[in-house]
C-alpha cells in the first residue's frame, strides 16, 4: 500500500496534466495554476526539512571532530545569523539588521560567488589542454576544428587567410550543429519515454523498489 | 507751439508708418488645418482560438497613408453597441495591424470594435465598425493536434515494444560503457575503502534530467548497499533532496540492509549554484571519494566540480542532456552518458524487460523521426512550397 498511493497518485496526476496540456479552457488553466501552488508549498515545507538536514549534518562534523570541522561552525554561524538579521530586519526599529543583511550579502557572499565562478576560467584552461592533446584521431581531429574556430573570431584569423571566418562559420552551423540537433532529439524523446514510464508505474527506481 | 505742430505730426506719421508696414510685411495667415489621413481598412473582431476565453482579437488592414510614413499608431476601440460608446482598450504602433483584447467582462457577449488611426501631426481618422464578435473558450487546442498525433503514436510505438518484451523476446540493447563501467566504479570504491559521491544535478524534482539522475541513484546505492560502500549524496534542491534520501532509504531497505543506511549520507548543501559547486569541491577534496558520478543537469558548475574530481585520480560517470555542458564532462570525466543515454540508464542498469521495452520503442520512434527528416527534405528539394507546408504542420502553438 506504501508504494501503491504513490503510484496512483502519479499516475492519476500524470495523465491529467498531459490531457491539461491540450485543453485551453479556463478551468484546465486553473488547474494548472493550482497544482504550480502546491509544488511551492511542498517546495516551502521542505525547506524546513532541508535546513535541518544541513544543521544536522554539520553538527554531527564538529561533535566528531572531522576533517576542517572549523568549517562547519562557519556555515552553521553563517545560517543562523543570515536567517536572524533577515527575519528580525523586517520588524520596525531593527531596520539596522536589515542593512546588515543586505551588507554582508553585497560585500561577502556575491564577491564569494564571482571568485568561485572566476576559478572557471583557469579549469577551462587545464580542461582544454587535456582535450587538445593529441593522442586519437578523434583528439587530433577535435584539435584541428577547435583552433580554425578560435581563430575564426579573432580578426588574426582573417589576416591570416580570408576564408578562415567561413570555415569557422561552417563547422559552428553545419557539424557541429547537427551533432547538437542529434542529441537534442534523442533528449526529446528519451524525456517523453522517462515521462510515460514514470506515468504508468513501469519506472518505479523513484520509489527505491525497481519495480519489483 | 506753431513750432511743436509739424514735429508732432512727424512724429504720429512715423508711428503710424511703423504699426501698418509689419501688416503689411508679415502677412498673418490663417494655421493650416490638419490634412485627412486615410482610415484602417476591413476591421474584423473574431474569437481568440485556442485560448482559455474572454478574449478576442482584431486584425485589420494598415492605413494607406502608412506606407507614406504618416500615421503614428492605431488606437483600438470597443463598445457593447455597433452605434456608441466606444472607449480606448489599447494602441498599437505602425508595423501593427492586429490587437488581442484580452480579459474582457464575459464570455458569449456581442462587442463591436473600432480603429482610430493617428498621425505624426495628431490626425485622426475612424475606421468602419467591426461586426460583433464572441469571446469563447476553447476545449482543444488545434495548434497541438500534432503533438497530440505524436504522443498518441509513441505511446502506442513504446506499448508494442513493452508487449513485446512481457512476451519473452529478445530485446538487444548497445553497450553503453559509461553504464558497464557502474560495477567496476562501484567495486573500486569499496576495495579501496573509499566512498562514493553522487551528484543529481542541481535542477528541481520537475527536471526530467533529475529525475533520471534519481533512478540511476536508486540502482547505484543497491550496489553500495550490497558491497556496504559508503555513498554521499549532495543536494541543491530541498525536494529532490527528501525524493533522493527516500530512494537510497529504499534501496536499502530492498537489499536487506537497512542498518547499514546512514541518513547523514544525503543531504542539502545549499541552493546557491556556486555556493553548491564550491560545497563539492569542498567534498572531493577532503573526503576523495573512488568513484565520482555526476548525473542531471549541470551548468555552469559542470566543469569546476569535473575538474576537482579529476585531480583526485576518481573514476568520473558523468551525464547529462544539456549539450553545453557535455563536452566539459567528454574532458573531464572517464565516461559520459550523452543525452538520451542518461534517460536509457535506469533501463540498462536493472535489465528489467519492461524497460527495456521502453528503450526499444524509443529507439524506433528516433528512426521514425529521421526518416520523417529526409522524406521532408526531398520533399522541400523537389518543390520549395513544400517546404513551407511541413514547416506548418510541425508548428506547435
Given at each position: 500500500m506504501k508504494r501503491q498511493i504513490p503510484l496512483m497518485i502519479v499516475l492519476f496526476l500524470g495523465i491529467l496534466l498531459t490531457v491539461q496540456f491540450f485543453i485551453p479552457s479556463n478551468s484546465s488553466t486553473v488547474f494548472y495554476q493550482t497544482v504550480i501552488q502546491w509544488y511551492l508549498i511542498i517546495t516551502g515545507f521542505?525547506?524546513?526539512?532541508?535546513?535541518?538536514?544541513?544543521?544536522?549534518?554539520?553538527?554531527?562534523?564538529?561533535?566528531?571532530?572531522?576533517?576542517?570541522?572549523?568549517?562547519?561552525?562557519?556555515?552553521?554561524?553563517?545560517?543562523?545569523?543570515?536567517?536572524?538579521?533577515?527575519?528580525?530586519?523586517?520588524i520596525e526599529g531593527l531596520g539596522w539588521m536589515m542593512d546588515l543583511y543586505r551588507k554582508l550579502f553585497k560585500y561577502v557572499q556575491a564577491p564569494m560567488d564571482s571568485a568561485m565562478f572566476a576559478i572557471l576560467a583557469f579549469y577551462m584552461a587545464s580542461a582544454s589542454y587535456r582535450a587538445f592533446r593529441a593522442r586519437s584521431k578523434e583528439a587530433l581531429l577535435l584539435l584541428i576544428s577547435g583552433f580554425i574556430v578560435m581563430l575564426g573570431v579573432v580578426p588574426f584569423g582573417a589576416y591570416l587567410w580570408r576564408a578562415i571566418p567561413d570555415i569557422s562559420e561552417w563547422i559552428l552551423m553545419v557539424p557541429n550543429m547537427a551533432s547538437k540537433r542529434g542529441i537534442l532529439l534523442?533528449?526529446?524523446?528519451?524525456?517523453?519515454?522517462?515521462?510515460?514510464?514514470?506515468?504508468?508505474?513501469?519506472?518505479?527506481?523513484?520509489?527505491?523498489?525497481?519495480?519489483? | 507751439m506753431r513750432q511743436k505742430i509739424p514735429g508732432l505730426l512727424l512724429v504720429l506719421f512715423w508711428a503710424s508708418l511703423c504699426l501698418a508696414l509689419p501688416a503689411q510685411q508679415i502677412p498673418v495667415t490663417a494655421e493650416p488645418a490638419a490634412a485627412a489621413i486615410a482610415p484602417v481598412q476591413a476591421v474584423k473582431a473574431f474569437d481568440t482560438p485556442n485560448d482559455k476565453g474572454r478574449s478576442i482579437t482584431v486584425t485589420w488592414q494598415a492605413s494607406s497613408d502608412e506606407a507614406k510614413g504618416l500615421v503614428a499608431g492605431y488606437e483600438v476601440q470597443r463598445s457593447e453597441s455597433s452605434q456608441e460608446g466606444f472607449a480606448d482598450i489599447g494602441y498599437v504602433p505602425f508595423g501593427f495591424s492586429s490587437y488581442t483584447d484580452q480579459e474582457?467582462?464575459?464570455?458569449?457577449?456581442?462587442?463591436?470594435?473600432?480603429?482610430?488611426?493617428e498621425g505624426l501631426k495628431g490626425e485622426e481618422a475612424y475606421s468602419q465598425v467591426s461586426g460583433a464578435a464572441q469571446a469563447r473558450e476553447q476545449w482543444f487546442n488545434t495548434m497541438r493536434a500534432n503533438a497530440l498525433f505524436g504522443t498518441v503514436l509513441f505511446i502506442l510505438i513504446v506499448i508494442y515494444f513493452i508487449s513485446k518484451a512481457k512476451k519473452g523476446h529478445h530485446l538487444f540493447i548497445r553497450k553503453i560503457a559509461g553504464l558497464a563501467a557502474v560495477d567496476e566504479a562501484v567495486g573500486r570504491a569499496t576495495e579501496m575503502g573509499r566512498p562514493i559521491l553522487f551528484v543529481p544535478g542541481i535542477a528541481s524534482i520537475s527536471d526530467i534530467p533529475t529525475i533520471a539522475a534519481l533512478n540511476i541513484l536508486a540502482e547505484v546505492s543497491k550496489r553500495t548497499a550490497e558491497y556496504d560502500t559508503p555513498i554521499i549524496v549532495p543536494n541543491r534542491d530541498p525536494v529532490v533532496y527528501t525524493v533522493a534520501q527516500e530512494i537510497v532509504k529504499e534501496s536499502y531497505n530492498q537489499i536487506g540492509r537497512p542498518d547499514a543506511f546512514n541518513h547523514d549520507s544525503v543531504f542539502y548543501l545549499t541552493d546557491n549554484q556556486m555556493g553548491?559547486?564550491?560545497?563539492?569541491?569542498?567534498?572531493?577534496?577532503?573526503?576523495?571519494?573512488?568513484?565520482?558520478?555526476?548525473?542531471?543537469?549541470?551548468?555552469?558548475?559542470?566543469?569546476?566540480?569535473?575538474?576537482?574530481?579529476?585531480?583526485?585520480g576518481a573514476i568520473q560517470i558523468a551525464g547529462t542532456d544539456q549539450v553545453t555542458q557535455l563536452p566539459f564532462f567528454i574532458t573531464a570525466c572517464d565516461y559520459t552518458l550523452m543525452g538520451e543515454e542518461l534517460y536509457a540508464a535506469s533501463a540498462y542498469l536493472s535489465r528489467q524487460p519492461m524497460l527495456l521495452g521502453t528503450l526499444k520503442g524509443q529507439d524506433w520512434s528516433k528512426a521514425l523521426i529521421g526518416l520523417l527528416m529526409v522524406v521532408g527534405v526531398v520533399l522541400s528539394f523537389i518543390n520549395p512550397a513544400l517546404r513551407t507546408f511541413i514547416l506548418k504542420l510541425l508548428e506547435v502553438g
Open positions: 521542505t525547506i524546513i526539512l532541508a535546513v535541518g538536514s544541513l544543521v544536522n549534518h554539520h553538527n554531527l562534523k564538529i561533535r566528531r571532530r572531522k576533517e576542517h570541522w572549523w568549517n562547519s561552525i562557519a556555515t552553521i554561524t553563517g545560517v543562523v545569523v543570515m536567517a536572524l538579521l533577515g527575519i528580525l530586519g523586517k534523442g533528449v526529446g524523446l528519451g524525456s517523453a519515454a522517462t515521462a510515460l514510464k514514470i506515468i504508468l508505474g513501469i519506472e518505479r527506481s523513484w520509489l527505491g523498489g525497481g519495480g519489483k | 474582457l467582462p464575459a464570455n458569449g457577449k456581442d462587442y463591436y470594435y473600432r480603429v482610430r488611426a553548491f559547486a564550491s560545497g563539492v569541491d569542498g567534498i572531493i577534496a577532503r573526503e576523495k571519494p573512488a568513484t565520482n558520478f555526476f548525473l542531471g543537469y549541470f551548468a555552469a558548475e559542470a566543469l569546476i566540480i569535473a575538474e576537482t574530481g579529476a585531480t583526485t
